[in-house]
């Protein structure tokens, strides 16, 4: 069975600091899909990035970078130049074997961005 | 942009009541799911949907049924609420590739729905 853990429950950073959240998985598939979700306030959970297990470089979205260290099954998010916007629950998740869009979900890190 | 919208935002039941909550994407999606977001715990799936009345257990279906009549909504349904399901409920849609089985389809999401069962 795949797995997903999260092991910083919160974590804190100056503005304009850079930040990593860690996210390490479980499974034995060849082929899977690592995804990071921003979720604020409001509830709505948004896509930030993603990597595929198969892709020679690690994915970059604007500030958003993924650390994937695939020896060691881990897909770190790093944040550079935090804002007051980056606040929010930040969750990692991995696709199921087989392909296909039921993902499965860390149990998340709660990230404050502080002046 | 894919527009995911959940009926309710926050929704009191007393125990025992059957509770609907509803989900509609306009997106033309074939997939749909129900999840269910708990503090310590992430989100784990209840139920999901590839296809208009089509349904698939997920990780925590007791206690839960769904209805896909149409393939823009999809309902998740208690059947008699308990306090043990007071939580954010979270549905979301997405793509399918058909036959590839790809793994960067991401899922979007409506802005969850809390519900307190009282």
């Known amino acids: 069975a795949q797995k997903i853990t999260q092991t910083q429950p919160g974590m804190f950073v100056q503005e304009k600091e850079a930040v990593t959240l860690d996210c390490t998985y479980d499974t034995s598939d060849p082929s899977y899909g690592l995804f990071w979700y921003k979720q604020p306030s409001s509830g709505e959970m948004i896509f930030l990035i993603y990597?595929?297990?198969?892709?020679?470089q690690n994915a970059t979205e604007g500030r958003y970078s993924l650390n994937f260290q695939k020896a060691r099954k881990s897909a770190n998010l790093v944040i550079s130049a935090s804002q007051l916007g980056d606040s929010a629950m930040y969750f990692c998740a991995m696709s199921p074997r087989g392909g296909g869009n039921k993902l499965t979900f860390g149990t998340g890190t709660q990230l404050k961005v502080e002046l | 942009d894919v527009k995911v919208t959940q009926s309710s935002r926050y929704l009191v039941k007393r125990t025992g009541e059957k509770v609907f909550l509803e989900c509609v994407q306009d997106m033309d999606h074939e997939n749909m799911f129900w999840y269910r977001q708990d503090p310590g715990l992430g989100l784990r799936l209840i139920y999901f949907?590839?296809?208009?009345?089509?349904?698939e257990k997920g990780d925590i279906p007791e206690g839960y049924s769904v209805s896909r009549e149409k393939k823009e909504r999809f309902s998740l349904i208690l059947e008699s609420a308990s306090t043990n399901q007071t939580s954010m409920y979270l549905c979301a849609s997405a793509t399918t590739r058909k036959p590839a089985a790809a793994t960067n389809e991401k899922l979007f999401f409506g802005s969850g729905t809390q519900l307190s069962v009282l």
């Open positions: 949907s590839y296809d208009v009345k089509m349904k």
């Open positions: 990597q595929g297990s198969y892709d020679q």
